[in-house]
């Protein structure tokens, strides 16, 4: 084995690749200056700006509540399909129904936005908040589906498997054990799912209508006619939301595991 | 698996399946044939702005006559688009090379560390991929622009002059920096999980019987970790095929990329038709590799049941 030092570098030059970027945007969403190669200062100026700046407040509500809703539909679809994937053996059409979990991980986002917009506009709905939303649940649902299908083929079904001898209902076994223990990667996934809706610009251009403009879109348009601090504001500020989401999310993960880990404990000892 | 199915009510049993798969159908499987559809039809100026090519039910006859295929004649007649698709090919196969030689010393270097510090460092590649998308190719452009920061580090290095500025924004080069920044958690992650698996004793014995650190890598390590390659590489090459906001915030005039060419006959010169003939054929590009990534998945699905 070679020395550590190497590794240690490669690693360091790597993980700064990745950092840096980010970490002059939110430097910057601080700066006094209206230029954004000049320091002058520390400020929360832009911050209040943004504030102020109604649409820019507005399409941040509406991103926020397009990705709950979206994130939230997607969990209960993605956890259904990974429990067909992993628990059913005879899915009609089996080879279909994986590859339509699978394919929207990898389909450009041009193809899906463009392809999910023609489905609107021949059924004849009026795109908007809800065209936004179904789309989002379209392609979160199936990373859930793969978080979900990781953890559920890994799961001990000796639980399952006892409820089910002791005669509880199918039903209720899921409810009471299954969706407990598997819920870590479902909290995993509607976090994931979450931010993918919250990310979006090419999906949400296709399928939004007016009145829906998200906070992408609008970041986006922005963003063509040059870099300004209260762009970068409001992405530190989604940044923030972000970051705060994933660490609440991994606490509740450990302390779910730590307690699953108790239960498991408590039950094979009792046992 | 066979006692949850017997020991499984059939209604609840059906319901599982049935819900995820009719949302996928009517929202995933049934938008692709009407991309198909429209792709064959003529432009028309109205809202929607292409005249179908057939409504409702008609017989077979009447849909096959009414066919037109003059979007994808247009397309191969104007050389634009075939650049468009060989470019974008070229970017992707070059992104993702670019990929590996950054992903791999980096994911292998993960393998090797302790045990104790490799979940930190899991986590510390996923995080990036938490932050949006749009904002981390947006990062670039302050530091690429010729008065941006890079121009100002190396200035204040003194390696460059303060008259000389930095040329990268708006070429090739910055679009490949936006793509390895932007795509490098998804090459590290397959890797890193392929290479963790790899069992030490296989190098160690290679040692003891006097093989040289760098031929054991090619004779072990890379042949065991090629699924993860496999993997990482179709999950960049993939998107980044028909990858939209990078070529369009970080290229410039020469960056010919087929999501902008998409993205500007929709949004630009409103012809859906021909955008969506741009889509299949793009679809149909990607076919093989999608397939490829498909397998893979299927594989590492089993494998691990």
């Known amino acids: 084995m070679k020395p550590g030092r190497f590794d240690a570098t490669v690693l360091t030059i790597g993980f700064a690749f990745l950092y840096i970027p980010i970490l002059i945007l939110v430097i910057y969403s601080f700066n006094a200056s209206k230029l954004v190669t000049v320091w002058g200062g520390f400020s929360t100026q832009w911050y209040q700006q943004m504030w102020h700046n109604e649409a820019l407040m507005d399409a941040a509500w509406v991103t926020i509540r397009v990705a709950v809703l979206s994130a939230s539909i997607g969990t209960v679809l993605g956890t259904l399909a990974a429990l067909a994937l992993v628990r059913f053996v005879r899915i009609p059409a089996r080879m279909l129904f994986s590859a339509m979990i699978y394919a929207p991980l990898v389909m450009p986002e041009v193809i899906t936005g463009l392809s999910l917009l023609l489905l609107f506009v021949a059924v004849g709905v009026d795109r908007g908040f809800w065209t936004v939303v179904i789309a989002h649940t379209t392609f979160t649902m199936c990373y859930v589906a793969i978080v979900v299908q990781s953890r559920l083929v890994t799961f001990d079904r000796s639980l399952e498997e006892a409820a089910l001898d002791l005669g509880c209902p199918p039903v209720k076994t899921f409810f009471a054990i299954t969706l407990p223990l598997i819920m870590p990667a479902v909290v995993a996934g509607w976090m994931l799912a979450f931010t993918l809706s919250l990310d979006d610009l090419v999906i949400a251009s296709f399928t939004t209508g007016p009145g829906a403009t998200t906070l992408p879109i609008k970041i986006y348009s922005q963003v063509r006619l040059g870099v300004t601090p209260e762009i970068n504001a409001a992405c530190t500020l989604l940044i923030g939301i972000v970051t705060i989401g994933v660490i609440i999310a991994s606490v509740a993960t450990k302390r779910r595991e730590y307690q699953r880990q108790r239960d498991e404990h408590l039950a094979t000892t009792a046992a | ?305």
């Not at chain 2, 006859?61 to 104007?78: G, M």
């Open chain 2, 1 to 305: 698996m066979s006692q949850a199915s017997a020991t499984s009510p059939g209604k609840a049993r059906w319901l599982v399946v049935a819900v995820p798969y009719v949302w996928l159908i009517l929202f995933f499987l049934m938008p692709f044939v009407i991309i198909v559809k429209i792709s064959l039809s003529d432009t028309a100026i109205s809202m929607p702005p292409y005249t179908p090519v057939f409504q409702g039910f008609s017989t077979l006859r009447d849909f096959i006559s009414q066919l037109d295929f003059d979007n994808y004649l247009f397309l191969t007649e104007d050389p634009l688009y075939s650049e468009a698709y060989l470019s974008s090919l070229r970017v992707a196969v070059v992104s993702t090379l670019l990929l590996l030689l950054v992903g791999y010393p980096m994911a292998l270097c993960m393998a090797r560390a302790n045990h104790g510090i490799r979940p930190t460092l899991v986590m510390l590649v996923i995080l990036p991929f938490w932050t949006s998308f749009l904002i981390r190719v947006y990062a670039w452009i302050g530091i690429l622009k010729p008065e941006g920061l890079l121009t100002l580090l190396l200035q204040s290095l003194h390696l460059y002059g303060p008259d000389e500025q930095v040329q990268i924004f708006r070429t090739q080069t910055a679009v490949y920096i936006g793509i390895v920044y932007s795509y490098l958690p998804f090459m590290v992650l397959p890797l890193y999980s392929a290479l963790e698996k790899l069992d030490g004793t296989l190098l160690e014995a290679a040692n003891d019987l006097g093989c040289p650190p760098w031929k054991a890598f090619w004779k072990i390590t890379f042949p065991l970790s090629l699924p993860g390659v496999i993997a990482g590489s179709m999950i960049c090459f993939i998107p980044i095929t028909g990858e939209f906001v990078i070529p369009d915030l970080l290229g410039g005039a020469q960056t010919l990329m087929i999501g902008k060419t998409l993205w500007t006959e929709f949004f630009g010169n409103r012809d859906w038709p021909l955008a969506s003939a741009v889509a299949v054929i793009l679809l149909i590009v990607l076919v093989i590799p999608i397939v490829i990534f498909q397998n893979q998945q299927r594989k590492a699905e089993g494998g691990k049941a």
